[in-house]
Structures are given as structure tokens and as C-alpha cells.
T-cell receptor
Framework: GAVVSQHPSWVICKSGTSVKIECRSLDFQATTMFWYRQFPKQSLMLMATSNEGSKATYEQGVEKDKFLINHASLTLSTLTVTSAHPEDSSFYIC???????????FGAGTRLSVL | LAKTTQPISMDSYEGQEVNITCSHNNIATNDYITWYQQFPSQGPRFIIQGYKTKVTNEVASLFIPADRKSSTLSLPRVSLSDTAVYYCLVGDRNTGRRALTFGSGTRLQVQP
């Protein structure tokens, strides 16, 4: 089956620093990738939709200048949390889809802890 | 996008069949229904998808009535490892308007 690799799985950083999270589709080309955020005991919340070669579409309430998304190739999308603060501590999950397929293939997630 | 409603939590015992129902009253004609499973600190995992009637795979069955306003995920003979959160989503497969809105999910706890 389709595999999505997300790296790192866990990151701790100091407040004010930036953190980059990578999402790779290992055995398929992902025309679209999605980024979600999940707080403890809560559901996934869509942050943005990323299409290869174009600007990401952000959901209402998500700061595009704080959460920079780059989808430079059909197998890689990155999410950079800029100037991270403790309230950005969360579980970030990416997913990828192929062409007309409806199924999302999810990465294992990245737990971000901002001190 | 169609909103989904599921029970917040369910309890079961090993070996029992578990049925989780999801309501999606305003489902559109082209919408498919998809169920995901999520373990703590992991990304969701696809379980099953369907449009109408019944779909079965190696891990679960999905029952969808004729009006499609609800769906039921059936897990046969659950084990402790089935303890997880289960989400149902609806979305349009054909136009790419995919289900991206996760509801609250159902937290299934399987006891020995």
C-alpha cells in the first residue's frame, strides 16, 4: 500500500525558534498533501491543503505566515512552524492523495513540544 | 461538507462484535463514506470506504442504508488491539472535494 513518511516523529524546541516537518510519499506521487493539527484528546483539524507547484490553501484561522508550507515536488511537502511558541505545541499530521483517489494516506505524525 | 455525528465513546469486551454508527443527514449524492482508525500518537489509518449497501474487507464491514443518512462500521470479534478512536468522514470522490473534516470520533475501549 501507499506509504507516507513524516519526519521527525518528535521534536522539542525553544520558544522563538523555527521547526521544519517533512512529509514524503515513498511509493507514489502525491498531487495533493494535507496538513492537520491535533491537540490532546481532540480530533484532527485541517490546517492547509498543499498542491505541488502552487501556493497552499489555508483554513480559516490558520496563519499562513506562521505555518509555512512548501510542496516543491510530487513526493515532498514541508511545514515550517516559524517563531514557535508553547501554544504551538501539538501533534502535526500530514496526509497525501493521488489523482482521483479519494483515500488519504497519513503519515505517523510529529509531536512538537515548544519550551 | 456533510457533518458527521458519532457516539463519543463505546466499551466492549474481547471477542464481541462492535457496531459504531455515524449520522450524516446532509450527505450529498456524490459523497462516499470513509472510516479511519487512529491509535494514540499515530496518524489515522484507512479502514473501509463505501457508497451504499454493504462493503466488507478483511478487517471490517460497512453497512449503509438506502437513504445513506447514516452508516455503521462493524468490527467482528474485537481484540484489545482494536482499542482506538474511529472516525467517519464523508466527501465527494469524483470532484476531489474530499472529506477533510474530522468529527469528534468514537473512542472504543476493548476490555479483556
Amino acid at each position: 500500500g501507499a506509504v507516507v513518511s513524516q519526519h521527525p516523529s518528535w521534536v522539542i524546541c525553544k520558544s522563538g525558534t523555527s521547526v521544519k516537518i517533512e512529509c514524503r510519499s515513498l511509493d507514489f506521487q502525491a498531487t495533493t498533501m494535507f496538513w492537520y493539527r491535533q491537540f490532546p484528546k481532540q480530533s484532527l483539524m485541517l490546517m492547509a491543503t498543499s498542491n505541488e507547484g502552487s501556493k497552499a490553501t489555508y483554513e480559516q484561522g490558520v496563519e499562513k505566515d506562521k505555518f509555512l508550507i512548501n510542496h516543491a515536488s510530487l513526493t515532498l511537502s514541508t511545514l515550517t512552524v516559524t517563531s514557535a511558541h508553547p501554544e504551538d505545541s501539538s501533534f502535526y499530521i500530514c496526509s497525501a492523495t493521488t489523482g482521483p483517489s479519494y483515500e488519504q494516506y497519513f503519515g505517523a505524525g510529529t509531536r512538537l513540544s515548544v519550551l | 461538507l456533510a457533518k458527521t455525528t458519532q457516539p463519543i465513546s463505546m466499551d466492549s469486551y474481547e471477542g464481541q462484535e462492535v457496531n459504531i454508527t455515524c449520522s450524516h443527514n446532509n450527505i450529498a449524492t456524490n459523497d462516499y463514506i470513509t472510516w479511519y482508525q487512529q491509535f494514540p500518537s499515530q496518524g489515522p489509518r484507512f479502514i473501509i470506504q463505501g457508497y451504499k449497501t454493504k462493503v466488507t474487507n478483511e478487517v471490517a464491514s460497512l453497512f449503509i442504508p438506502a437513504d445513506r443518512k447514516s452508516s455503521t462500521l462493524s468490527l467482528p470479534r474485537v481484540s484489545l488491539s482494536d482499542t482506538a478512536v474511529y472516525y467517519c468522514l464523508v466527501g465527494d470522490r469524483n470532484t476531489g472535494r474530499r472529506a477533510l473534516t474530522f468529527g469528534s470520533g468514537t473512542r472504543l475501549q476493548v476490555q479483556p
